[in-house]
Nanobody
Framework: QVQLVESGGGLVQAGGSLRLSCAAS????????MGWFRQAPGKEREFVAAISWSGGTTSYADSVKGRFTISRDNANNTVFLQMNSLKPEDTAVYFCAGQRATNSETYYRRLTSFGSWGQGTQVTVSS
């Protein structure tokens, strides 16, 4: 399994933007489906976005569609989450997740489909 470390979280006003990064260790990153999840206080961890290992297929939660963009740089073992038009309800700890896949266009949306997780980075959106 890869080791994952998130960065880029912080405090931002509503309407602002943040870019999260997730750095992965290991030489097999390019065969991993990558995802972003978030967990707000008192709530369950929820799916945000996922990307296939090729980068050619992406999936988003309805709540972030049109505002967030997931992308990856396989040469540098990094996955990104660009978050625009942030809302107070986007406040949460954001987690990067990865799972090896055999198909270049496969993606996962279920929390239990991912075997590798980062420690999370806090995103706070003020109103």
């Amino acid at each position: 399994q890869v080791q994952l470390v998130e960065s880029g979280g912080g405090l931002v006003q509503a309407g602002g933007s943040l870019r999260l990064s997730c750095a992965a260790s290991g030489r097999t990153f390019s065969s991993y489906v990558m995802g972003w999840f978030r967990q707000a206080p008192g709530k369950e961890r929820e799916f945000v976005a996922a990307i296939s290992w090729s980068g050619g297929t992406t999936s988003y939660a309805d709540s972030v569609k049109g505002r967030f963009t997931i992308s990856r740089d396989n040469a540098n073992n990094t996955v990104f989450l660009q978050m625009n038009s942030l809302k107070p309800e986007d406040t949460a700890v954001y987690f990067c997740a990865g799972q090896r896949a055999t198909n270049s266009e496969t993606y996962y949306r279920r929390l239990t489909s991912f075997g590798s997780w980062g420690q999370g980075t806090q995103v706070t959106v003020s109103s």
